[in-house]
């Protein structure tokens, strides 16, 4: 009976939550966390509060409120695509553990700062209201690649129906705040009441949508300043950004029933009083596993479902264009500057680039770790020759950094196998991916007339790891893509989607370059980077046996 079940089982360990850290922090082995979790407030609003932010942004914001002796930088995190993140983290208060993973030592810091974790779809109105709060100074976003919802083009996908939604939202809740002024006689703008006309707001849909939502909404609520700061790995993030909002409006506009004044309004705000700056993250933040959840329960005596992992190197390049108050980070190590380019181009297309090219080629090699893909000679000339060979030269080595001993750094990095940070998992969202990480080296390579080889040997992985689906050993890949279907239609198209034996490597590579939403003309359209794409994707399926 389920009773006799219940008493077999072991009693349950406590969680991680503000009655236990206190004693779980005097641990040895133990630090943090560096503020006092009761004492700190929200003044930070961040989208898409997965693995990486806990083991990023709100480290250092930890560290920089604790150095400045602030305490009104709390987090409220927003997750977009599950609840699992609630689950984890509000029966804890918020804590949770960060467990540094070096090559031959591990350690565990508490962190505190995360002050509500919320799930738009029933908390919508919550978010909004955070958004809108004078207290709010800042809304960082990790939403990934595909959570900015742009088309082939770069532009927000208008087709995309999350996004409709939203925006059709966005119209409602104006036009509701508009009623709600004229019937009490306050003027929409006027700042004196935050319009609390829409008790229950449709559940949002998109992190873009809900964020146009909540600038609306603090547009409505007086306006202070606001820095949207997005943690992505795109190129020009901040300025991608920004284009996204600016379109989002835009389309606002042409809905039925949009008060086009209203946008007009917000369109000013936005520019007067609004900035998007650009940042480059670094660090690298695996899926957590139960081995890790169990090791940390073991030196904390406690259960922390919001554990996360991550090596110890962590870097944080933020342009210095703030419309507001920001917390101190360059106190807790990161770096504020007037151009964040030269760094995140070097990030992306060296650490990015080498990372794809390693899981793809490793995961059809049949290695499960980053870690043995490095390990493989074969897989480790390749990934020094992209760095050395062709991403080296489209750059310009930001300031203090040598870009050969960057180089050398970064594999050494992907090489810690305690991390247990797996191909398939960097290997998620090719199609988003490709085009920063790969293509745009290859256009610049080939613009000054070089063929940039180790680039066509890590598409060419790409191509096997989407049409072939197994490792070189029979074992399954899963290919997760917003595109996956598309994709594996393409490849379908040339070879049965299960059949290796009669693939054609140049039909294949045709028809995967002709997929316009990863590949831009002019890397599809030269035949000569065309031919090495072929030639390698040759010699890969080769490698499977039968061939
Ligand atoms: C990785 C990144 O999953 C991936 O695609 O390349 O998450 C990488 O670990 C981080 O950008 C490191 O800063």
Not at 37 to 61: K, Y
Not at 386 to 415: C, K, N
Request: with cysteine.
């Amino acid at each position: 009976t389920s009773t006799d079940q219940t008493s077999t089982q072991p009693p349950a360990t406590d969680r991680l939550t503000l009655h236990t850290y206190g004693e779980v922090s005097q641990r040895s082995g133990v630090t943090g966390p560096a503020v006092d979790p009761s004492a700190v407030t929200v003044g930070i609003v961040h989208l898409g509060i997965g693995a990486f932010h806990r083991a990023h942004q709100a480290v250092f914001t930890e560290d920089a409120a604790a150095a400045a002796g602030e305490t009104g930088w709390g987090i409220l995190g927003v997750t977009q695509r599950s609840t699992a993140v609630v689950d984890q983290l509000v029966p804890q208060d918020g804590l949770y553990g960060v467990r540094t993973v070096g090559k031959d030592s591990s350690s565990l810091r508490l962190v505190g700062s995360v002050r509500g974790v919320a799930f738009p779809g029933e908390e919508t109105q919550r978010v909004l209201d955070a958004i809108a709060a004078p207290t709010t100074h800042v809304v960082t976003l990790t939403v990934t690649e595909k959570g900015y919802r742009a088309g082939a083009d770069g532009r927000l996908d208008l087709g995309d129906r999350d996004v409709l939604a939203d925006l059709e939202a966005l119209v409602g809740e104006s036009r509701g705040a508009d009623a709600l002024a004229r019937q009490t006689g306050t003027a929409v703008q006027g700042g004196a009441t935050t319009p609390d006309v829409v008790e229950d707001a449709v559940p949002a849909r998109s992190a873009i949508g809900l964020l146009v939502r909540g600038l609306a909404a603090r547009a409505r609520a007086g306006g202070e300043p606001l820095t949207v700061l997005t943690c992505d790995n795109l190129l020009d993030n901040g300025h991608v950004l920004e284009g996204l909002v600016g379109q989002a409006l835009d389309a606002a506009a042409g809905l039925p029933g949009a008060d086009l004044e209203q946008v007009e309004r917000l369109r000013a705000w936005l520019r007067a009083s609004v900035t998007f700056p650009c940042t480059m993250v670094d660090r690298i933040v695996p899926a957590t596993t139960e081995g890790d959840r169990a090791a940390a329960e073991e030196a904390t005596g406690v259960r922390d479902e919001g554990l996360v992992v991550a090596e110890p190197f962590m870097q944080w390049v933020i342009e210095d264009r703030f419309a507001g108050p920001r917390p101190a980070w360059e106190l807790a190590g990161a770096t504020l500057t007037d151009d964040v380019a030269p760094f995140e181009r070097a990030k992306l297309r060296m650490l990015n680039g080498t990372h794809s090219l390693l899981a793809y080629l490793g995961s059809i090699a049949g290695h499960r770790l980053i870690a043995d893909a490095v390990a493989d000679p074969e897989l480790l000339a390749a990934a020094r020759s992209l760095l050395v060979d062709d991403v080296t030269p489209t750059l310009v080595a930001p300031q203090g950094l040598d870009l050969a001993t960057y180089a050398e750094s970064l594999l050494e990095r992907f090489a810690n196998p305690a991390l247990g940070h797996t191909t398939i998992q960097v290997a998620m969202d090719g199609s988003k991916k490709l085009p920063i990480r790969f293509l745009a080296t290859a256009a610049d390579r080939l613009a000054d007339g070089a063929v940039p080889d180790a680039v066509a040997h890590g598409v060419a992985g790409w191509v096997v790891f989407v049409a072939v689906g197994r490792t070189v050993a029979g074992e399954p890949l899963r290919l997760d893509d917003p595109i996956a279907d598309e994709l594996r239609a393409a490849a379908a198209e040339v070879a049965g989607p299960d059949e290796v034996g009669p693939v054609h490597a140049e039909a294949l590579v045709r028809r995967m370059l002709a997929v316009e939403q990863v590949f831009p003309a002019e890397v599809r359209d030269h035949a000569g980077f065309r031919d090495a794409v072929v030639a390698h994707t040759e010699r890969l399926l080769a490698g499977y046996p039968g061939r």
